[in-house]
Each structure stands twice: as C-alpha cells, then as structure tokens.
C-alpha cells in the first residue's frame, strides 16, 4: 500500500467537481491498495498515465477534463499529489518542473 499525501486535495476537488469524484477516487484506491516500485508498475495499470520526469506523472481524468499530478517515491512509497485541476487550469500551468 502506498501512502497518499493528502486525500483532502482530491476531496476538496470532487467537492467542487461532483462529475470527477468517481475517477479520482478509483485512482485512490488503486493507490491505496497496492505498491508500486517503479514506473513501469504504474503504466501497466494506468496505460495513458505521462511520465514527465523527476518521478512525476500526470494522469487524465475524466476522458481528459481534469488532470492530476502526482510524484512518486517509490523507495517509501508515498504519492504526493502536486496539482489536480482542469484541463484548462493544466494548460495554464507555467512549468510542470516547478510543482
């Protein structure tokens, strides 16, 4: 199992996008419930996941309409979630190097 820093990010969101609740939370669950000790573990489940260095990967919520940020330790396995937004607050994101 993976620890998730912090839950309330995606909460606060799915509060203030019902729509995205139920993806955001199967995400969590996977991550919850299993370990992942590399990259290649997270693409097997999550084919369309983007790895965009330093640990980081963003993934498409929603068919695209929100997307979430994340950094993986995998040596002890915590996610911090840098950035979940919608596409439009992804696209205007300086630099995904700087989260």
């Not at 693409?43 to 993986?72: M, P, Q, T, W």
């Amino acid at each position: 199992m993976m620890r998730i820093i912090a839950k309330r990010t995606l909460q606060n969101f799915w509060e203030k996008y019902p729509n995205s609740k139920q993806q955001l939370l199967s995400w969590y669950q996977v991550f919850d419930k299993n370990i992942f000790n590399n990259p290649n573990d997270v693409k097997s489940i999550f084919g369309s996941a983007d790895f965009v260095g330093e640990n980081k990967i963003i993934f498409n919520i929603c068919r695209n309409h929100y997307r979430l940020i994340v950094k993986i330790n995998y040596i002890t396995q915590i996610v911090y979630i840098l950035f979940v937004g919608t596409h439009s607050e992804y696209d205007n994101l300086k630099n995904i190097k700087n989260l």
